[in-house]
């Protein structure tokens, strides 16, 4: 019979293949997956082996570095052209709460097989079976597995495990055949020991399969090899199975029982390399791109400099890679500078260290003629306060000594002749803790795990609760010497507690007991030690700068430096620039243009700020420079700069936060309100919700009583509250602004409530009075009128008078052409696709699609949202429905995720409409009932539907009467995100 384990693929419907390139087959036919984001979304489900992956995850794992702002509809997007791959299978994509989850069955994915066959390895097999699953097993890889996938840390992470089963069924299938009295394996078991030389279990095979064979003295001097090994390049001592194998072998107990005398080995032993005086220390996690950067750079160019801020973990690194005895290839030696305190003494300690025999005091020219023959790699270990000498040195060995390569650590780079530049980043830290599958799969939590276990073998990353893990992480900035101070608290105190204790992690002691660089024993030393190296122009701009937790740019920076006043010397801020991010206090964003302190840093610096009486002026100075960039982002976002202060807006969010929070402590009420107004026109198109609420605060905060722009405050809250969804609200605070404005109150103080006052009365059906008040509005503000001109042509449309319509669209054209904004052309897009959706549905198709793309660019999640509304309901018109179905799915998201409640419930009414045409009456049913109980939802009626994008369906027409009561009652029992919930599930069946 064929043993259960060893399931035959060829025969399964589905099959995804991770062991080698990506492939994937349906009902035997080969489907070629296009696109690096497709396969990378097809490798992460496939391996969460049936579970649900969050999409949070998913959209990490697309796009590692910087995801767009739309990433999740692009997620879905990817998710719909899967299913399209996986064809009469496209079923087992399923859609979860808000992930996704792949249905393999057994062995469906290779590696789920490969972990089959050697689980049954493991039960005891006799060794012939044990054998043959074995080779079973080991011929499913076709090539690296996970290969294609590096750039992506969770798969990257992956493939190590990976990795190791492939390790785990070579030893098992040595070991079996070795239990069969094979004869011959010798060559296989010399090739898997060479493959992992310092895997002890492959290297016992090899001694013990010598053995087998007589070659008693080859199989001793194997074992003494493996010995040395661990020794000298893992700085282990090796287990005691090693030394009862040598007990074994040497009283000729493996020895066969008829074997003839032993004949001498034909294999050449290697020249024993030059006594090793690295060995690496504690765990090494998350380096493995750097490491192989910098041994590829070695091999070739023989200068590198690991740089990066204090307790980044260089020294860790170049230690790693100095222990390694295969990549550079090198005997190392490395020299610690820490403890240098002279320039004059570098040489003094690099010819100690090495032993060189040289007379009085050497020179770099003298060490480098001593070394003019030898192959080496030298460490030269914390280099930044000697950094002069350090080069010196360097370069003399780059003229006189070409067998020797040089690995330096320092904060700051040499600036040598040949010099490589690598720089460490702190490790990935994860934003939250809402997925825990993907969650202990970062780098820094994995630092962590590994660091509080070398203290309390039994910490449990299950019983810690993961949001406290992530504040630590968060505020440590990843930094590993920072996670290794925190991860030893949790041998005396729980997690919450060293969290509750962050505010002096500056000075918590790292337990470094045994290390002469006093510069390592806290936080604050490590940043004090790089602080020390700074001009006193430089420490007091740094200094300057801690009170902008998001950042800043070189036109903020400038600012601040010129406000130091002359008696700072800061003569090229620029310059100082390039010597803050040199000495890795400071890190810049080339892309962006920004320049940030990490969190550690930035509460040293605020530190001494309080301690040089310099914190009430610097908080100032950022609250004046906040509102400087706010009111400049505010005056042009809505013009031809728009993608630019887009982005800029966002960059700034952080500082404009912690801005309204330092005001409010220094009764600065005019940055608060300034900031608020400067801000709220841009985000109303904008998925900001955070801002909206700012106006809704400060509307209902005392002090606002009597402030000048009361009216304006008042009016941008009545559009915030009807942003999401609250009608009611709008229409009394717009109405509180035209009151507290008064009878003389001009056409700029009006503009806001009456246009609040307008989009109230659209939503709820009134569109001439609608058209007449967005009319109005515009006159108060010329500069955006061309919006509102067409904010009243849609409304007129919908009213049915599409000749005024027309009209109004037409002179709200050269308004938006002169404001150069790219979110009004967009919208007027929108509106030019509502003027044709009854008429003519396939042109307003392609007005839709061109507002989507211009909205995209402008970064407007708004008009996105409502143009992508109106496209999925004219596709729906014109038959496409499984197209509009995966529209209407990612919409409900954007809008949920967004909190525009009114789009919301107009999405879900027209969203119903597509399953009652799909034959899903029930659940469309669901969603016409819940959607008519919010208070949000706009007003829609036959007139209405007939004149615009908005769909009608009467529920009497959907659900049989005798069957109306039960379909009420369970629209009362559910919640409207669990109606939600089972309409998208609906929606994406129909997309297929």
């Known amino acids: 019979m064929p043993d259960p384990a060893a399931v035959d693929r060829t025969s399964l419907p589905l099959r995804v293949d991770l062991l080698g390139p990506l492939a994937l087959r349906v009902r035997g036919t080969e489907v070629d997956v296009p696109g690096v984001r497709r396969r990378t979304l097809l490798a992460l489900l496939a391996l969460a082996a049936g579970r649900v992956v969050g999409a949070d995850r998913l959209v990490d794992g697309l796009w590692p570095d910087a995801p767009p702002d739309n990433a999740v509809q692009a997620l879905y997007s990817h998710v719909s052209r899967l299913r399209g791959h996986l064809g009469p299978l496209a079923d087992r994509l399923e859609r979860h709460g808000g992930g996704y989850l792949l249905r393999l069955e057994p062995g469906e994915l290779d590696l789920d097989a490969a972990r089959r066959l050697g689980t049954a390895i493991g039960d005891g097999r006799p060794p012939v079976e044990a054998a043959a699953l074995g080779r079973a097993a080991l011929e499913l890889w076709r090539g690296p597995a996970l290969e294609e996938f590096r750039a992506v840390p969770e798969l990257e992470v992956e493939a190590v495990a990976v990795e190791e089963l492939r390790l785990r069924l070579v030893d098992d299938l040595l070991e079996a055949r070795l239990a069969t009295g094979e004869h011959g394996i010798v060559v296989d078991s ?550 507290l404005a008064g009878p003389d109150a001009t056409p700029a103080q009006l503009h806001r409530p009456l246009r609040v006052l307008g989009s109230v009365a659209h939503f709820r059906g009134d569109f001439a009075r609608a058209a007449e008040l967005w009319v109005r509005s515009g006159e108060g503000r010329r500069v955006v009128s061309g919006a509102w001109l067409a904010s009243a042509a849609l409304a007129t449309a919908y009213g049915g008078d599409h000749e005024r319509a027309r009209e109004l669209l037409d002179r709200a054209h050269p308004a938006i052409r002169r404001s150069g904004c790219g979110s009004h052309a967009a919208f007027a897009a929108y509106v030019e696709g509502e003027l044709r959706a009854t008429t003519s549905p396939a042109e307003a198709v392609g007005c839709y699609l061109e507002a989507i793309e211009m909205a995209r660019r402008a970064g407007t999640t708004f008009v996105v949202g409502v143009a992508s509304v109106a496209l999925a309901s004219a596709r729906t018109r014109l038959g496409d429905l499984p197209a509009a179905a995966r529209d209407f799915a990612e919409l409900l998201d954007l809008w949920q995720r967004t909190g525009h409640a009114t789009q919301l419930w107009t999405t879900a009414r027209n969203a119903a409409g597509l399953l009652a045409e799909a034959g899903r009456h029930r659940t469309a049913a669901l969603l016409l009932m819940v959607a008519d109980v919010q208070p949000g939802a706009a007003a829609v009626g036959p007139s209405i539907a007939r004149h615009s994008s908005r769909v009608y369906v009467s529920v009497d027409d959907l659900v049989p009467a005798q069957e109306l009561t039960s379909v009420r009652a369970e629209a009362d029992r559910l919640t409207a995100g669990e109606v939600l919930d089972r309409a998208r599930a609906e929606l994406m069946a129909v997309a297929g």
């Open 190 to 739: 010399a090739r898997a020991t060479a493959a992992a030389p310092l895997r002890e279990r492959t290297a016992l095979l090899h001694v013990r399969a010598l053995a087998a064979e007589g070659r008693t003295a080859d199989a001793m001097a194997a074992a003494q090899d493996f010995r040395r090994r661990v020794i000298e390049e893992a700085g282990l001592d090796p287990s005691p199975a090693l030394a009862e194998l040598e007990q074994q072998v040497a009283a000729g107990g493996l020895a066969p029982a008829s074997a003839a005398p032993p004949a001498a080995s034909t294999t050449p032993t290697p020249p024993s390399r030059p006594a090793r005086r690295v060995r690496s220390e504690g765990p090494l996690v998350g380096r493995r791109h750097e490491r192989a950067e910098v041994t590829r750079l070695l091999s070739t160019h023989g200068m590198v400099t690991l740089a990066g801020p204090g307790g980044v973990g260089k020294t860790r690194l170049s230690l790693d890679i100095a222990a390694d005895p295969h990549e550079p290839g090198l005997p190392a030696v490395v020299v610690d500078l820490a403890a240098v305190d002279r320039p004059e003494r570098v040489c003094q300690a690099v010819v100690t260290t090495l032993g060189l025999r040289l007379d009085g005091d050497a020179t770099a020219d003298e060490i480098a003629g001593a070394l003019s023959e030898a192959h080496l790699l030298v460490v030269l270990d914390n280099c930044e306060h000697v950094s002069d000498a350090a080069r010196r040195l360097v370069e003399a060995l780059g003229r006189g000594a070409a067998g020797v390569a040089v690995l330096a650590t320092s904060r700051a780079s040499l600036n040598a002749a040949g010099e490589y530049v690598v720089r460490l980043q702190p490790l990935s830290v994860p934003r939250d803790a809402t997925d825990p599958a993907a969650f202990d799969r970062h780098d820094a939590v994995r630092a962590f795990v590994e660091h509080a276990r070398r203290r309390r073998p039994d910490f449990d990353l299950a019983t810690a609760d993961p949001d406290d893990l992530v504040e630590v992480l968060q505020r440590l900035d990843g930094l590993p010497l920072g996670i290794e101070l925190a991860a030893r608290q949790v041998a005396v105190m729980p997690l919450r507690d060293v969290r509750e204790r962050l505010s002096r992690a500056l000075d918590l002691a790292t337990g470094r007991g045994d290390r002469d660089d006093e510069r390592q024993r806290t936080l604050r030393a490590t940043i004090d030690s790089s602080y020390c190296l700074l001009a006193p122009g430089e420490q007091a701009l740094l200094r300057a700068l801690a009170p902008f937790p998001g950042g800043a740019d070189l036109a903020t920076v400038e600012a601040v430096a010129d406000d130091l006043g002359p008696a700072v010397d800061v003569a090229d801020p620029v310059d100082a620039l390039h010597r803050l991010v040199d000495v890795s206090l400071l890190t810049a964003d080339p892309v962006s243009g920004r320049y940030r302190l990490l969190y550690t840093v930035r509460a040293f610096l605020l530190d001494e700020l309080t301690r040089l009486g310099e914190l009430e002026r610097a908080e100032e100075r950022f609250l004046d420079r906040c509102l400087t960039v706010a009111v400049d982002v505010g005056r042009r976002i809505m013009g031809p700069e728009e993608v630019a202060m887009d982005a800029h807006l966002r960059a700034e969010l952080d500082n404009f936060r912690a801005a309204r929070d330092v005001a409010r402590t220094r009764g600065r009420d005019d940055v608060l309100v300034g900031i608020t107004l400067a801000l709220e026109e841009g985000s109303i198109w904008r998925d900001l919700r955070e801002l909206w609420a700012w106006a809704l605060e400060l509307a209902d905060d005392p002090r606002l009583a009597g402030h000048e722009s009361e009216v304006e405050v008042v009016g941008a809250a009545g559009e915030a509250a009807r942003l999401v969804g609250d009608l009611d609200r709008a229409r009394t605070l717009a109405e509180r602004a035209i009151a």
